[in-house]
């Protein structure tokens, strides 16, 4: 009996056309590879991980007040948006060329939305970006004019490859906020994207800032190589509320 089994595995041996010591060699090898693929998977999940943290860092330092993207915006509602031209801009190639971005719009209907979802797009994208409300923006670089630092915080707000001016125009910037303003506008100048939301035409900037002359130049900037988007219709605040307003009771 012995001798017949001696004799099935050297038969079995040759009709595989394996000598059995190679087919275990094969076999061990099968088992490293296994081995190998599982920790390649186990390295790039890793990866994959370490990328969602360090993005979802630099969205929570960029300074933006939530995080929503295109997917979060409601087309139907605001049908004035063109969304062919927004999905345009979500590629970033603005960014590249150094172009600007600028909403103008009623309180409402989703100019900071818009401006968000392009600034995270762009974080996601490894690029580094700046939120910032207008009024807060010159606010700081007031204080910074104070103490002597203002080439400081200038060269801070200057060097991002995206920076984001949140309602311009809500509140009245000042002769003194203007010519801030022109400078940081000024050094960005076809070398960084600078996205503005606001709630006033350029033709009423000269009211916002104080100053004709500046709001001329400042304007003049912004506009030369920039994407203008006019948003029209309703508040989406107000979107449960009838058109005629709130039922009396």
């Not at 009024?135 to 995206?162: M, N, P």
């Amino acid at each position: 009996m012995r001798a017949q089994a001696n004799h099935l595995r050297r038969s079995s041996a040759r009709d595989d056309g394996v000598p059995l010591p190679d087919y275990v060699e094969d076999d061990r090898r099968r088992s490293s590879g296994g081995l190998a693929s599982a920790l390649e998977e186990m390295t790039r999940v890793e990866v994959a991980a370490r990328e969602v943290r360090i993005t979802s860092q630099r969205i929570r330092s960029s300074g933006f007040p939530y995080v929503k993207g295109l997917a979060d915006f409601d087309w139907d509602f605001q049908p004035s948006v063109p969304r062919a031209e927004i999905e345009e801009l979500a590629t970033l190639r603005f960014v590249e060329r150094a172009e600007n971005v600028l909403f103008v719009g009623s309180p409402g209907v989703g100019k900071t939305h818009l401006a968000v979802a392009l600034g995270i797009e762009a974080v996601r994208a490894g690029r580094e970006v700046r939120f910032v409300d207008c009024a807060r923006l010159v606010e700081d670089l007031e204080d910074a004019s104070s103490r002597g630092i203002l080439k400081k915080r200038l060269k801070y707000y200057a060097h991002s490859r995206l920076l984001i001016i949140d309602e311009l125009g809500y509140l009245d910037v000042g002769s003194a906020g203007a010519d801030l303003l022109f400078q940081l506008i000024s050094t960005r100048y076809e070398q960084r994207s600078t996205i503005i939301t606001t709630n006033v035409g350029i033709s009423g900037w000269g009211r916002v800032f104080g100053d004709d002359v500046a709001a001329s130049a400042i304007a003049d900037r912004v506009c030369h190589h920039c994407h203008l988007v006019k948003i029209t219709g309703r508040s989406y605040r107000l979107k449960d509320l009838p058109r005629d307003g709130p039922v009396k009771p």
